[in-house]
């Protein structure tokens, strides 16, 4: 038998095994593809540790796409930084949320020409790092120290930040502009701002069931309240303490005035007092912040926004004590009250309400009526809901949705940011009854504390509902705005 040598390399013998015939271009193709399809499924992210753009950031907001303003702008980079950070300072003063001052701030530098900007916010303090190529770093921080109610400065600061994306305004001019925002004085003097308190609780316990008797109660006590709060102001008493001392001031007239039969509804006078008190704002941005993602900001505020509730329920719950020590009469907390008015007054008393609000929060003369409108349409929304059985819980929620979206579309129309137009209009659905009626049964019938308990968890979900209903409605209206903020610029580059 003949042997093959050990190095021999031949073709196996393959006369077992079935022919095959070439493939086809088409199968060719077919098979590439389905190889590319089997890399995109088991491959990782590419690239799995790329940084983000920070200018990607501005994706959804009013500002994308920057105009670039280039030419000698980084030999003053510490004049552009410090006028950034006067304008964050600024606007969280007034009330804007970490996510549009933070998108402010990227905008306003990249149109300014400056690149390698890091920006950090956390609670009260604004960090902006520049790290240019082959320079020395400068790193700048601001911390917020005081807060204060004036939309107009935000919607002339939100207009500005715009103006500025938009390539028409340099820097010198932005600084002027922005000087001339905070030192212009308020749209409302100081005596119509204690007005429209008064009004706004007159018109409110009108819209909860009181009648003109309750309705001028509310209206004097929080005349009262109000001038309460300006004198503690004066005093530098915390802020706790003054919103406390405001709460227990209105609980107790009330309850005065119940006792010697001067109001047949008291309750509904303390809700018509205290319901200004609630940090409606504060509680949007704390909701927003923690949705956008700055979780060390949203905790700062809803540490205060529970203080501030804290010391509303302290007032109530002090002011119960006394009246229960003095042999004051006890409030049914039980009692509901049908409407006192037909509903096309409600919806006017609703209306007046949010411009009462507007009034309050320093907004401007042309966003009182547009931020009226939205408040009842939110005021339908909220009706329908109700009578459709959607709950206590949930119908302001979907209340709350609507007016965000509409806010939203109002807003940038108007040259303002969406908070502006949206707390004065959902004031309205916030349960002051609730917490009300849970507070006294906490602190006088003893007894029903879980049934106390459970009313200040429902009044807390209500709250909660609210404010994240309104970021939710803003949220849903930026596919819609886009081109309302691509118009915004147009109109400032015309300008």
């Excluded at 930040?161 to 925002?181: H, M, N, Q, S």
């Excluded at 408040?375 to 119908?395: E, P």
Aim: net charge positive; with cysteine; proline share 6%.
């Amino acid at each position: 038998m003949n042997k093959r040598p050990e190095n021999y390399r031949g073709k196996p013998h393959t006369d077992g095994l079935p022919k095959t015939e070439p493939l086809s271009a088409s199968q060719l193709g077919h098979d590439a593809a389905a190889k590319r399809m089997l890399r995109r499924l088991v491959q990782g992210e590419n690239p799995p540790t790329a940084p983000l753009s920070i200018v990607d950031r501005l994706a959804g907001s009013p500002y994308a796409n920057p105009m670039i303003q280039v030419g000698g702008v980084d030999t003053s980079a510490r004049k552009t930084l410090d006028f950034a950070l006067h304008l964050a300072e600024t606007m969280f003063r007034y009330g804007a949320g970490a996510l549009e001052v933070e998108t402010s701030i990227i905008a306003v530098t990249a149109a300014l020409g400056l690149k390698n900007i890091e920006v950090d916010i956390t609670n009260q303090s604004v960090a902006i790092n520049y790290a240019p190529k082959d320079q020395p770093p400068i790193a700048l921080l601001r911390v917020v120290r005081s807060w204060t109610n004036n939309y107009a400065g935000l919607a002339k600061v939100h207009r500005l930040v715009t103006d500025i994306v938009a390539g028409g305004v340099g820097r010198d001019e932005a600084i002027r502009r922005l000087d001339e925002a905070i030192t212009s004085p308020k749209p409302f003097p100081r005596w119509m701002v204690t007005m429209a308190f008064g009004v706004f609780a007159a018109v409110f316990v009108g819209v909860l069931g009181g009648g003109p008797a309750s309705s001028a109660i509310a209206f004097v006590a929080n005349l009262g309240v109000s001038l309460l709060a300006r004198q503690l102001g004066r005093w530098r008493v915390p802020d706790f303490f003054t919103t406390a001392a405001c709460s227990f001031g209105v609980t107790l007239t009330a309850l005065l005035l119940w006792r010697f039969n001067l109001t047949n509804a008291p309750a509904i006078v303390v809700v018509g007092g205290i319901l200004l008190l609630l940090p409606t704002g504060r509680l949007v941005s704390a909701v927003q912040d923690a949705i956008n993602g700055f979780p060390v900001t949203a905790a700062g505020r809803f540490l205060s926004t529970l203080l501030t509730f804290g010391a509303i329920v302290a007032g109530i719950a002090v002011a119960s004590v006394v009246g229960a020590m003095s042999g004051m009469q006890a409030i049914d907390v039980t009692e509901t009250f049908p409407p006192a008015y037909h509903l096309w007054v409600l919806v006017i008393f609703t209306a007046i309400a949010v411009m009462a609000i507007g009034i309050t929060e320093q907004t401007s003369w042309d966003l009182l009526l547009p931020t009226a409108g939205v408040g009842v349409v939110g005021y339908f929304v909220l009706l329908g809901a109700g009578s459709l059985g959607i709950g206590d819980r949930f119908s302001p929620a979907i209340a709350a949705v609507v007016i965000g979206l509409l806010a939203r579309v109002v807003a940038l129309k108007m040259g303002a940011p969406q908070l502006v137009v949206a707390v004065p209009a959902a004031l309205i659905l916030l349960p002051g009854l609730t917490i009300f009626r849970s507070m006294y049964v906490l602190t006088i019938e003893e007894s029903e504390i879980l049934l106390g308990a459970g009313g200040m968890l429902n009044a807390g979900a209500i709250v909660l509902g609210t404010a994240a209903g309104i970021v939710l409605g803003d949220t849903l209206a930026r596919p819609l705005t886009r081109s309302l903020a691509s118009n915004e610029r147009r109109r400032a580059r015309r300008r």
